[in-house]
């Protein structure tokens, strides 16, 4: 896009500069700011790219916002029935409840909406049971059809990927086609600070950049207003704002790395080569090595070894001394020979053990697993300081709830749950042993005594959010702007070729 | 030879080039004067059929051929800003003209061309990236003769030259003409104009306004003439 | 033909002397390998995995051996004390619930190592469970999802996304600089149109890179052994090459007709690089959205529902099932068990197989909605080359959907074998433990020791074998040609207003 000329015209000659510089930039700053509307607004291709953003915004927008009312319509039509049918499973001995279970269903934040993160990599239900601590299942990926390993239409993908793209192509000649068509020595020789007339026309990108995100808003605004109960966040409103924040940073950072590449170019043809280089390796390359190379920082076992593990675990027999022991100390306590004329039910309490051992190998497995993931968090969230993509795409995740670290939180809390249901069916069985060879069963007075599993995430860590996410963005804004600073003192006292 | 006869271009509402009968033998240089917009570019494109014209007759070299493929065959064109290929040097430069048009040269000949106008040795094998305007000149005629140019067409030869340049590429258009070709330059430099053309015309609005025979004229009255013409078209 | 060489030839030698071509290129093949190196990693751990799992499940049934041998020699010795039938192999109920240890791999085409494709989401290796397909449906390796969301850097992703970035930098400058230049016109006055030199210095440099890039891969691939170096090892790369191939000549036909249309380098860049992120990130985009808009997938949530509510269906007629199931098998009718007091590991298998009868339908309603998307996004896949080219390579690599599918569909088949057979070996146990009335596990009874005879999964032939170059790739192309003749037609447009002014 051509770099408008008008701004040129605009400012206080050079003298005004001495005494009053403050009202001599602001002066150049809206002499640029409305020369520089003036300009875009009669360019076509401006029309074009806006109205292309617009239209994928939008589409991006209501999807995602009927994919996420669509999904939590069947979750919560799910847990419904799911509650319902374990209320009403009948009499039945605990032990046989526990194993019948009951599955549960991992709530969206309606942020996820403008940002899935890993949801479609990720399981959506889980099955609560005895003995076993069971993986969420049903990735919707796997209900694909291989088009979501491409480019998935989304609103983070409209605001991370597609606007940066479209602020280098209205903004790379910003500054390079007035070096390009010889109008550099005017431009410096008319006195108006460079600071003020960049500052002016990179604002007037971001402003069409965040014009892309408008149709994000309003899908936000009507699916919070259909969520209800279904939003599983405690502090929505200040992941919201910081959300906004964030990308507006984002996008702000973009709009200084286009003034900086198109002041420091010679050519349009190089400002252009240099921001798309900048936005491939950005958007495409480091995100994507980041994950690679962060194997390496906590390698993840195979499942089948993990599998394997787990299962030579539990295979051991809990150890059968120490239940003689106890089994010798409880009929001693009781004053009884014989383990049927106990008043506490021993399969209970050999449940109990059994549950605690298990949960025990489980915790041995999976706190390492989860563990070395939070790890390879850790060593993604370092690429955030190469690439402003993967800061802010960390952060979004992260306050949409729907990064790796929101899913394992919920993994654990169903699994919290999980043992908080064996130990309530294991006690009560406990309680009662079997009399005259009929083994007991228990009601709906059990089953209720059950809380249902109802979730939401912690709130956030704002200073893990801080360290992790929102300083490298930060720090990513103030290389671009020391670099478009740097650029723009080379466009003033450098070569005019 | 140049033979245009009532050659007429419009571009739109606009008459461009308006009835131009313009002749030019075999070993004669004619210069074409005119202000700027007098339609001198639009003459060269239609002249090395690039543009077609509303009306008149072109034949170049005598060549029953439309002027694109008459052109093809015997012109050669030196534009105002030889572009060469910046990493190829002088003689892959030449080289490779020559082959796009189906003919092999030696590189001892091309060589030899290339001494012939006065090239210096040292730039033959060096990159054209680092060529001078009046070097880039010099290859363009190096063409000519390669392709042993009937007609050869220049668009301000001489802008941007020194005057040392200036009068070494005119000695070159004039050996080239002596050698039989015709030559038609279009140009502001009246001074050389003066000591080349043979003829010269006067383009003003379209029309060739005055011609005169160079030999009976010296700059001064050149000059007194042309800017005469001018104003009578005012 | 001597003037095609030297447009040729020349070019590509001014070209080859551009210090920025050489970094290009030298970047490209660097990320390229790096692409590779990431490819073959995954696919080595792929291999692992399945050594790994053909070594348990051989360690497990010599280790069933070995345990079958000295229990039921003697199977009083203190070491069995605590043996629990349910937790053992040498007990047919244990083996075919718990103990048992089966896998089915996918065998790896040759070149696997080249595109990941869908690999890392539908596993390679699977446990199989004679109970049911579900430890199939919902088979995952253990991943980083963020790796899985954010796609791999494998060799098709530098391909698909990044190579055509760098044949429009290469090819951005043909005709256009000539243009910037005003040397278009003396290169006409050769005889030359601009047609020629549009086509043949733009085919040139794409080949050029093309091959480039297909040699060093294929060097490197062969000499590191991401690829075997054999005769299927070297059809597989011609195979990928192929396909490389097709995609240049697409993206080449993009900057003929990106070059024809402009006037200037800087608006062949700007114009290539738009038509980049339509091709590469928007087109797939809207066909994602597209198919998910036009041919849902009912949510899984349902699918969930509906079997928790066949469980509670088949729990609650399990006699009367049960008894219809001895009906249609008599032989292995108990003598003195009512069909409603047989044991639940005696009827799981018949438990579960009536699970499958009862989500039949919507099994079937899942797999057509799951059909209907898939077929809907192959047609649509027409439309976009990069799709095209995405599905061409993960085929190629035998990493795709498809090839999954039918590999789903050979361990279904192996599942009910495995599960029929031990069904007739638990029913015929039950039938000899009622006679026999053993206290503890013994031959005659549950007590099992065929662990050689329990039928093993064997990929079929067809699954190892490679197609062909995917016939969609041709379509490719239809899209070089449509471009081509987009480039003519601005040329000739370009032509026309000249010679009118």
Redesign the interface.
Known sequence: MQANSNAITSAASPHALDGVGRGVWRHAFLGAWLADWRERRRDWRVALVLALGLALAASAALLAALDLERARSARGAAASAESARWIGQGSKNPHSAAHYGVYAFKPLSTLAALDPGVEHYVGTSIWLEAHKQNDMVYRPAADGAGADRQFRLSPALVLQVLAPAAMIFLGFGMFAAERERGMLPALRLNGAPLGAIAAARGAVLLCLALAMSLPAVVAIALVKWHAGDAEPLHDAGSRTLLFAAGYLVYLATWAALVTAASAFASTMRSALAMLVTAWTLSNLVVPRAAVELAQAAAPLPSTHAFRQAIDDELGMPDDPAEAERHKRQLLQQYGVDKVEDLPVNWSGITQLRSEAHGNAVFDRHYGPLFAAMAAQDRAIAVAGWLSPAVAIGGLSSRLAASDNASHVEFVQAAEQHRRLMQELLNSDLARHPDRDGVKYEAGEVLWRSIPPFRFTYAPTDWGQLFTRWLLPLLAGLGVALALALASLRRLRSGSVK | MIRIDHLTKRYGERTVVNELNLHVEAGQVYALLGPNGAGKSTTIGCLLGFVRPDAGTITLAGSPLSPAEAAIRHAAYIAENVALYERLSGVENVDFFMRLLGRRLPTGEIEALLARVGLPQHAWHRKAHGYSKGMRQKVGIVMALAKGARVLVLDEPTSGLDPEASVAFGSLIREVADGGAAVIMATHDLLRAQELADRCGVLVGGRLVSEWKLGELNAGELERNYLGSLAARA | M??T???IR?DL???L??RGTLLLLAAALL?AL?GLF?GMRFHR?AQ??QH??AA?EAGARAAANDLAARYFANPDAPEFA?L?YY?TPVDVRGYAFREHVGFASLPALPGAALAI??AD???S?V?VRAESMESVR????????????????DLM?FVV??WP?VLL?LCASVLTQ?RE???L????????GSSRILFVQAGARALLATVLLSAVVAAIALATGSVPSDASGLQAIARWAGIVLLYSTFWSAVAAAVCACCAS??SA??AG??LW?LF???A??????A???AA??P???????AM?DAI?GVNANRAASLARFYDSHPEWRPARTAPGDVSSSVSRLHRAQELERTMQGVERE?AQA?GA??M???RLSALSP??LA??AF?AAAGN??ARHRRFVGEVERHQNALRDWFQDAIQRAALGDERTGCARTCLGGYGFRDFDRVPRFSASAALAQPTGLPQRAWLLLGWAGAFGVLALAALARERHR????
Request: positive net charge; proline residues 5%; aromatic residues 10%.
């Open positions: 001597i003037r060489l030297a447009l020349f030698r001014a070209l002397r551009e990320l790096y990431e751990h692992a995995t790994a799992a348990q605590g629990r937790r494709g869908e989401i539908r596993p290796t446990r919902t088979a995952a390796e253990i991943e980083h999802p963020a790796r899985l969301a954010g796609g791999r850097y992703f996304y990044l970035l930098s000539d230049s005003l040397r016109r003396s290169l006409l006055l050769q005889g030359v380098r800087m860049a700007f690089f738009g992120l590469v990130i928007v797939p985009a809207a066909i994602d959205a198919a998910r808009l849902p997938v949510p899984r949530e349902r699918y969930v529902q928790r509670d899942f799951e998307r898939a809907l996004f192959a990069v799709t995405n599905a993960a795709d959907y000249q010679q009118r002014g």
